[in-house]
């Protein structure tokens, strides 16, 4: 399993360097794409294609050259493969026919992103892409909203004004949100805002749509000092948003089942 730039190609370590060329085959994604990488270092070992619609099939071809004695590297189009990327059921049939699989670490899009968005916590979830369903979306999200952790996806271009709504709506404004966009390529950026400001920063500048991202949100906040909880605090924030203080703190009382006077002062706080 052979890990190959998410961009820049001097990311190549050299240990892949040493594998693709001294392998009798590489299994790529896309082998067009890997040519050009391939290329880049004079690599010229034999490829065949090994993609999400034919990793079964690929599989007994590829165990059968292992067996023979041959040695096969692994690649994606980009990062770790495996890693929202083919690799798992062939590792997985290698495996299970009694054959070694050995790991060659590098560039991973979410990791590289975590390193430069300095944020002070210990967790992370690595979640990769969500659905392209909007109601399927939301209901994810609803799933991993309570977590106190680092949330890492991966988004597309054309999704990511749409997957950032629905982040919004689910996750509440509060939470920080890292755009890290074109990761070692030319227009690498990375972005930190509030969630709520985070649709009004994409539709700023075209260019801010364009590209692969990888988007970390910040956890859910924890309980307060008074030990409101983290969805007490969110439906309180969205009530607050509406309407006048003495209101939305009653509102956020029935439906979280908190009690009022804890509320009531948060509510000032925020204020
Ligand atoms: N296997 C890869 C890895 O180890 O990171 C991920 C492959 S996944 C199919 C592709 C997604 O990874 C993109 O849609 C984007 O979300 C993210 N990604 C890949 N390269 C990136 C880059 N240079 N900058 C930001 N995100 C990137």
Same mark, same amino acid.
């Given at each position: 399993?052979?890990?190959?730039?998410?961009?820049?190609?001097?990311?190549?370590?050299?240990?892949?360097?040493?594998?693709?060329?001294?392998?009798?085959?590489?299994?790529?994604?896309?082998?067009?794409?890997?040519?050009?990488?391939?290329?880049?270092?004079?690599?010229?070992?034999?490829?065949?294609?090994?993609?999400?619609?034919?990793?079964?099939?690929?599989?007994?071809?590829?165990?059968?050259?292992?067996?023979?004695?041959?040695?096969?590297?692994?690649?994606?189009?980009?990062?770790?493969?495996?890693?929202?990327?083919?690799?798992?059921?062939?590792?997985?049939?290698?495996?299970?026919?009694?054959?070694?699989?050995?790991?060659?670490?590098?560039?991973?899009?979410?990791?590289?992103?975590?390193?430069?968005?300095?944020?002070?916590?210990?967790?992370?979830?690595?979640?990769?892409?969500?659905?392209?369903?909007?109601?399927?979306?939301?209901?994810?999200? *609803? @799933?991993? =909203?309570? $977590?106190?952790?680092? %949330? +890492?996806?991966?988004?597309?271009?054309?999704?990511?004004?749409?997957?950032? !709504?629905?982040?919004?709506?689910?996750?509440?404004?509060?939470?920080?949100?890292?755009?890290?966009?074109?990761?070692?390529?030319?227009?690498?950026?990375?972005?930190?805002?509030?969630?709520?400001?985070?649709?009004?920063?994409?539709?700023?500048?075209?260019?801010?749509?364009?590209?692969?991202?990888?988007?970390?949100?910040?956890?859910?906040?924890?309980?307060?000092?008074?030990?409101?909880?983290? *969805? @007490?605090? =969110?439906? $309180?924030?969205?009530? %607050? +948003?509406?309407?006048?203080?003495?209101?939305?703190?009653?509102?956020?009382? !029935?439906?979280?089942?908190?009690?009022?006077?804890?509320?009531?002062?948060?509510?000032?706080?925020?204020?």
């Amino acid at each position: 399993m052979v890990a190959t730039p998410i961009g820049n190609l001097r990311d190549i370590t050299l240990r892949a360097l040493d594998v693709l060329k001294s392998a009798d085959i590489i299994a790529a994604e896309d082998t067009r794409n890997s040519t050009h990488l391939l290329g880049h270092f004079g690599i010229s070992t034999r490829l065949v294609a090994l993609h999400e619609h034919n990793e079964r099939i690929a599989a007994p071809k590829i165990i059968a050259a292992l067996q023979e004695g041959k040695s096969v590297a692994l690649i994606s189009d980009a990062g770790t493969p495996g890693i929202s990327d083919p690799g798992a059921i062939l590792v997985q049939a290698v495996r299970a026919a009694g054959l070694p699989v050995i790991p060659l670490p590098g560039p991973n899009a979410a990791i590289c992103a975590l390193s430069a968005a300095g944020r002070d916590d210990p967790h992370f979830l690595f979640y990769g892409f969500l659905p392209a369903k909007a109601s399927a979306r939301r209901r994810e999200l *609803e @799933a991993l =909203r309570e $977590l106190p952790y680092t %949330l +890492a996806f991966y988004e597309a271009p054309h999704r990511i004004v749409e997957t950032v !709504e629905d982040l919004l709506q689910v996750l509440g404004g509060e939470r920080d949100i890292t755009f890290a966009r074109e990761l070692t390529k030319l227009f690498e950026s990375i972005h930190t805002c509030k969630l709520a400001d985070a649709p009004a920063w994409l539709a700023g500048d075209p260019n801010r749509q364009r590209g692969e991202f990888v988007l970390l949100l910040s956890g859910a906040p924890p309980e307060t000092e008074a030990g409101i909880s983290a *969805e @007490a605090q =969110r439906i $309180l924030q969205l009530m %607050l +948003a509406e309407l006048p203080l003495k209101q939305a703190v009653k509102l956020a009382a !029935e439906i979280s089942g908190e009690k009022k006077n804890a509320l009531y002062d948060l509510a000032l706080q925020l204020k």
